[in-house]
């Protein structure tokens, strides 16, 4: 008997129980001699086995499987009391279903290959594969290999036997993984830590994203929520952008590589339905959330100190309110297109380019597919959120030079409706226009408002206190100056949880998709992995309406809709139309609130001013016209007069940053018409 073969073996003192793991019958004749090391046996401990919990091992030591493993082998050596028979089973329908477990994705068949360029700890790829393991045509190590089956077993055994294993190659990893899901004991700590340690060591963790459907399949296989949640978040972004890169038409059931080229791996059914809804989900939250940046009411604006002496400031006049609105407009104008102005530029991904130099994803291409995206597209990527969190907001930022939106389709007077398509959350903001702002109209327009505050100071003197502090050294005044700086640190308060990982303790380097997900795309996960998918379908049972109106290819996992099911593959754009999603803001996204925020305030001062009891007929136009763009049953038709009153069902579909309160309807702004483009 060889020495090496003797290393092989498990003899272990006190042992009962002996392994027997047989070899193929194609095997040499002389590795089936019964002197030979794989054909002895390993003596271990039934009751360690049976500790583990597993059904696989408890059904080892049925009576019934006893007594034939003892007839076939001629009786119990001395001092062994069991015989479990634990030989791959390669010929009948649980062979082939072992085979396709124990198969190795090619991905990790060719990670070794990358350790050079990802500095890879040596200890995890750089070892000896198992001797005997055969190659396929293209020169990889073949998907499934009966003596590296057998090597992964006995790693197991080891474990069980709390003995340490060299999980030195990855094809090592994913057989050791493999014969533990089997056995039905992977979720076991000795072998999930061993598991998880192995992907997150250092560098490797990069698995992750060049890989994330493997690791995905680790992380569910072992009960790793964490592992898990970082792949989902990878797989969900790229989902999304895959889904809004052709919106227009039918949804690929499969699309075989990424926006950004990565060769897509399979998964099973039930998981690629949870990415495609998680997928969706993802890219109706992240237009609304920029369309609360930079949409019609731009709520978290109204944080600022300087928009707060605005909107409290009491005006008398028909004429001072006007004046107290067009500067509140002018400032959203100004922020807005300097947000756009960043959406409209040219970018190289904001990763580092040495780890493109290669000719396996990512590949320097990658750093260039930005550019040819459209504005849409760019919303889904890491790169415009980073870029917007970097810019600094100045005076001049919605000046917006000419060069700013050059080789772009987007003129100037451009709605953010036009630029999002009118698709979910795009579709209200028509009135949120894309215009040029000069450092000359922000001042006028703040020194017009001044003077309600001082009317004895003449305008100009708003020019000449422009970069100091309080302007007029008067409560109340209003100062560009700090209202920029304001709103400069409140844009990235905003942005930074938009290109942040879902995780803290996850980074990605170069995946330039959105990881950020949210609880309502978190929740298609397993509830172990901190979702809301106990197994039964229920999750997904409020998405099974988008079966029949064209949202989903399919109608997710345990969940059948027979006849409902569309015959041809949805668009994406029926999905964020859709008001179960959320997506529909018309009676929610601002423009209702601001309608009769404006009603109220102007009936209030109307109240203590008799002389101003007619509303300007230039304004009242301009109420009338914003009414006609929500849905008759957003408003109750019994009232005679001019008010327009919202239906109080949509109370409770209040954005993030707004809360109900009687003060809150006072200040909100109102729907203004289109300004010219200058």
Partial sequence: MSTSGLRELLFLEDADTLAVIDLPSRAPAGFLHPSCALSIGHRIHSWKLLETGSPFFHRQFDQKTQERNIKRRGGLPDGIKYIIDLSPATTDEEGLLTIAELSCPLGLRTWADAQVRWSLPTSLVSGFETPGDEKDENGYLAEYSPDRHRAGIVHILRVIENLNVELDTPCKLWTFFAVAKLYEIATMPDVSVRVASWVYEDNNRRLIEVHPEITYRLGKGIECAHLMQ?????????????????????????????????VRESLDDDDEDRIQYAGKSLLAHVIEQF????????????????IQKVLSRETQTQHALEIKHDLISTLKDFVRTSIISVLTQQWKASFPTDTCQSKTYPRNDVLHVYNNLSLTQRLMTRTFWTRLRDKRLTENAGSGEAEVLQGTSLPWGTSLASLGGNIGAFRDQHDAIIRRVRMTELWEKASAFNCLVNSILPQEHQKKYFGGGDAYGQEGAFTVALFVDEADHLMRQFVKRMCAPRREGMEYNFTDTLTGLTEKQYRFLPLWAGGCDDGTGGVYADQVPFAEAGGFSTPGPSIHTGSAAPSTAPSITSFLESTVHGASHRATEGASSEVISLDSEVMSEADAASEFELVDEELSLALDSSADDFDD???????????VVLDHGHIGDLGEFEELSLDDRVVKLPIRGKKDAT
Avoid: I, Q
Avoid at 291 to 306: D, F, I, K, P
């Fill in 291 to 306: 369309v609360e940046l930079a949409g019609n009411e731009m709520l978290w604006l109204h944080e600022s100190t300087e």
């Fill in 230 to 262: 970082d792949s989902y978040c990878v797989l969900a972004g790229e989902e999304a952008l895959l889904l809004l890169h052709d919106s227009g038409a039918p949804t690929p059931n499969k699309a075989k590589v990424t926006v950004h080229e990565r």
């Fill in 633 to 643: 049953d957003a408003f109750d038709d019994s009232d005679s007069d001019d008010t």
